[in-house]
């Protein structure tokens, strides 16, 4: 488990991320698909000062200054740190509450908000709501404000998700109630 970067910059934030680290030929990894719009797409060497290069989206491990593994991601404007980790050993135990909370409770981003990532080699899309994100390397993030319309044909043509036509209903009345709160 990890923490997200507020961490690093002196304000605590909970554990709340999921990783990986996995043994092979005796060589320890970092394996995390998961962690939004930026994250690596490989598994990342564990060893201190490596960088890692995923097609043009680029990687390093560092320690931060407690201690932990810090990864960070090469943004346009310079290094950016994703989030901090120790070695310490977690359980599915320790787990469980967390994936319950972020899938079930009322205030979870995952739980109020509409949200989708896709994780390309070229680009990576982020869908809050009716906002997206595409992100390139070396680039400022593009945002582009969507219509209700636009919603079911963005996420067929750059997300690659099809749903069921009961989906759909649901999504665009979730659509309707974001539309009628800013208004």
């Known amino acids: 488990m990890c923490r997200h970067g507020k961490a690093i910059s002196g304000k605590m934030t909970p554990l709340g991320h999921t990783i990986l680290n996995v043994t092979v030929a005796g060589r320890r990894w ?18 201190e000062g490596v960088e890692a290069r995923h097609g043009r989206w680029e990687y390093r491990l560092e320690r931060s200054s407690l201690g932990y593994w810090l990864l960070r991601h090469h943004r346009h404007d310079g290094w950016f740190n994703l989030y901090q980790f120790s070695d310490e050993p977690y359980y599915r135990a320790d787990y469980e509450e967390q994936n319950y909370l972020a899938s079930h409770h009322p205030d979870s981003p995952f739980v109020r908000r509409i949200v989708a990532q896709h994780n390309g080699a070229e680009e990576r ?5 009716l906002e997206l994100k595409i992100f390139r390397p070396g680039e400022a993030p593009e945002l582009q404000r969507l219509d209700a319309e636009a919603l079911l044909q963005i996420l067929r043509e750059r997300f690659g998700l099809v749903l069921a036509p009961q989906q759909e209903v649901a999504l665009l009345r979730r659509v309707e109630s974001l539309v009628e709160a800013s208004a």
Do not use: H, M, Q
């Open 30 to 47: 970092l394996v995390d698909v998961g962690v939004g719009n930026v994250g690596p797409r490989e598994p990342i060497l564990l060893e």
């Open 125 to 129: 899309l982020a869908l809050t709501d």
